[in-house]
Structures are given as C-alpha cells and as structure tokens.
C-alpha cells in the first residue's frame, strides 16, 4: 500500500483572464478617476494605451477573440505598406452592402442584420485605453475615442502646470462628458474637466487619494494595458480571414490559447462611433513582461513649477469650473474630423494623441 498516494486538489492557476469590468462613456457626464501608469506602463509614464483591434473570430467556445490590426500605412507616401486582410474583408463587405442597397428585393431588416452581423463586428475599432475608478469605486477598463483623450491629455497638461495631477496618488476624479442630441448621432462632442462636488455651502474639487487599500486592489484589478490586445502574424490574419466555419475557430483556439479562458470580452459593438472605413492607424508598441507594478506619482515628463499640492486643499477657482475648460469645438483640436484622423498614418496618429516620451 506505500505506492497508494493521495493529492491535494490544486485549481488552475495559469488562467490569462479574468474577469474585469469595463467603463465606456455614455451620453452626458461619466465621473472617473483616471489611474497612474500601473504595470508596464509603469517606466514610461503612460496611464493610456491606444489600440486599433479586430474582433468577430470567435473560438470554439463561441467567444470572441481580439487582436491588432496590422496595417501600416507609410507616412510620406500615405500609401499601405503593409495590407490587413481583415479590413479588406470589410471593405469588401461594405461595397456589397452599397450594392445590396440598391436592389429592389432587399429590406432595411435583412440590411440591418448583414452589418450587424458580418461587417461591425470585424470592422478596425480605434481606443485609448485607460485603467480607471468609477463613481461606485470600482476599478475597471475605461475605453475612450480619441476625441475624448486629447481633451484629457489637455487638461493634464493644465493641471501639471499647477503641480498638480489627477491621476497621481493624490488626484483627482474626472468628468469625462459626452454630447451628443441622441444615442448613435455622428456629431459627438467631448470634454474632460475636473469633477466638484457640493461640500456644505462650497464646491470644492472631487479629490481622490490612492490608499495602501487601494493599492492593494489594484495589483489585482487593473489590468496591463500594454498587452491588452494580442499581436498575431500577418500570414495568421490571412488564415483566418480565408478560413470558414469549424477550421476559422480552430485557428482561433491555436491562437488564443485554451478556449475557456483566451476571449476578451466583446465591446458594444452596436453603439460603435466610429467612423471610416479604412484602418490606418496601428497600434503596435511591444513591451516586455515586467510583472506586477504598481508605481506611486509620476508625470516624469515636465518637472512641476511648484511643490504639488493636493486637490483636498486646492480651492475649485475659475479655470476648473466645467463650463470654461475647453470643449471640442473651441479647443486647438477641434478641426481634426475623424475622417482627418482616418487619414492620418500610424506614427502621426498617434504623435498627435499620444502623451510624450
Ligand atoms: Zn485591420
């Protein structure tokens, strides 16, 4: 009987995702506290990630996976330098959809459901990714157009003037509003200013700090945005791409991994604003693997005129009232139409909205 053993049940450990809430933007003001830089973001300073991705390949579990886009577009020339096979498939579909239109037999029902189902969900998505706290304290991903980041990089860089940071561990919760006159209009305006709050007969700013409890949660709850969505090879984009049924989410598994866990989870995509059809920015910044960690203040970039101070003790005077921080239509970047940015090559792209190194 001395070869009878008898183990301990051990549950698996090397899961690669577990479930995280995510924080989109809906119409009218969204209150978060915007997190520092966590993990490999840590080093270089960056609280956001911008990626242009895909989805609709689903594994055999059903669940959609997501990658990066692979198209390069060369800046000088503005030609494709290096084509997607994806965002051809989608050019392609919405050209049969143009076609499809026009025929006489087909209904806006039948239309509606073709893009639903075989264009958006494999259609470029481009967002700035941000770890972030809501007004439940819940830590999370917040995802955010471009529009909406370049007004947050704007009020950053206000803020630092002043020596102060609101996503540092003193900060400061953020109203990240949203206009638009109903829910899939185009024309969408957004601002960021710094959130009040109503402190007897003061408005005083809706300050933050980041506890050691905090901080301990969020070595758990926030996530590595420099890996949030996988890079795969070109040649494995045209396999799936030219692959159908049964073998598409085969590869999809080899991919992604085990299929239990290898899904991100699907965002919205029926409220996507985005628009154009042509991806051209990508974005592909490769980190290493430097594990957990989760750094106090920063904002390396511009050394702080002043000693910073905390939003507890900083009065909201004029130029942190919402109405006169810059909205979209007044601020420097308001002429930047998505169909510019469309234009627009990787490199800058993302020169144009990303923080600096
Ligand atoms: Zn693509």
Redesign the pocket.
Known sequence: MNDFEIGVTKLQSNISWTPKNWFKLERGENLFRVLPPVHSLAKSGKIAQFYAY?GGFKNTKGKVCHFQ???ITDRKSKTITQR?S??DMVTQLELKYKIAKEQPGVSQEQLKQFNYTQILPFK?QKRFFLNAINASNEIGILQIPYKSYMSLDTLLKKQQDRGLDPTGMRGAFLNFDKQSKYDGDPQVNFSVALATEQKGDDIKIKSHELTPEIIQEMKTKTVDLGTLYKTIDVSEVDALVNSQGEERTKIVDRLFGRPETAATPDNDLLSVDIPGTD?TAVGRVEYGSTGLNVVAPQTPAVAAPVAPQSYSEVAPVANVQKTEVARPATAPVANTTPAAVDALSNDDFLKMFMPKQ
Do not use: K, N, P
């Open positions: 895909h886009c692979v198209q997607c994806v965002c470029v991806a």
